[in-house]
């Protein structure tokens, strides 16, 4: 069955580019959508956007601006890209393969990520 | 935008009871697009509903959901001591393309 794994660092200072990638076992990446959700006691959860194995993205409009996600179909693992993080950005990021209208058929994880200086 | 609302907050249920949890959208879903998540603390949402009816993949049949428009509905028709956790609903298709309820806490009473 398949499997996500997030990794990455645990803590960004302010201003700098949160980076983290999950890697897919049991299934390939070929196929599907593959999403990153982040998930705070103040805000609950927040879709930040979501990739297509060939590479087309779909963001949050409010993240928009700073969001990147990439994909290594040669790895099976894709990748999300915060930028210019602020305190606010701090959350538990979840990365999840997207089944229709479910934003998270499957989950990691998750990874807490802290931005602190 | 799309705004979800749960209600309530946090029920309070015994166990062998059912519970009834609402999730009221700010405009018109289509049915097609709600689904539901169950969080157990320290775990990641697992995926129950999607369709708004549509049982996932291992979600026990005591688990159902209902639901048009704006009004949608989980029930949990006899309380098994593991399904006290956080319930979440999802939408699709609106801006952001997917957006969550705030969630209801279900415990114990």
């Known amino acids: 069955q398949v499997q996500l794994q997030e990794s990455g660092p645990g803590l960004v200072k302010p201003s700098e580019t949160l980076s983290l990638t999950c890697t897919v076992s049991?299934?390939?990446?070929?196929?599907?959508?593959w999403s990153w959700i982040r998930q705070t006691p103040g805000k609950g959860l927040e879709w930040i956007g979501y990739i297509y194995y060939r590479g087309s993205t779909t963001y949050n409009p409010s993240l928009k601006s700073r969001v990147t996600i990439s994909v290594d179909t040669s790895k099976n693992q894709f990748s999300l890209k915060l930028s210019s993080v602020t305190d606010a950005d701090t959350a538990m990021y979840y990365c999840t393969r997207v089944s229709g209208s479910a934003a998270g058929a499957v989950w990691g994880q998750g990874t807490l990520v802290t931005v602190s200086s | 935008e799309i705004v979800l609302t749960q209600s309530p907050g946090t029920l309070s249920v015994f166990p062998g009871e059912r519970a009834t949890l609402s999730c009221r959208a700010s405009?018109?879903?289509?049915?097609?697009?709600l689904a539901w998540y169950q969080q157990k603390p320290g775990q990641a949402p697992r995926l129950l509903i999607y369709g708004a009816s549509t049982r996932a993949t291992g979600i026990p049949d005591r688990f159902s959901g209902s639901g048009s428009g704006t009004d949608f509905t989980l029930t949990i028709s006899r309380l098994e001591p593991e399904d006290f956790a956080v319930y979440y609903c999802?939408?699709?298709?609106?801006?952001?393309?997917?957006?969550f309820g705030q969630g209801t806490k279900l415990e114990i009473k």
């Open positions: 405009q018109s879903v289509s049915s097609t697009y």
């Open positions: 049991g299934d390939s990446i070929s196929s599907y959508y």
């Open positions: 999802q939408q699709y298709g609106g801006s952001p393309m997917y957006s």
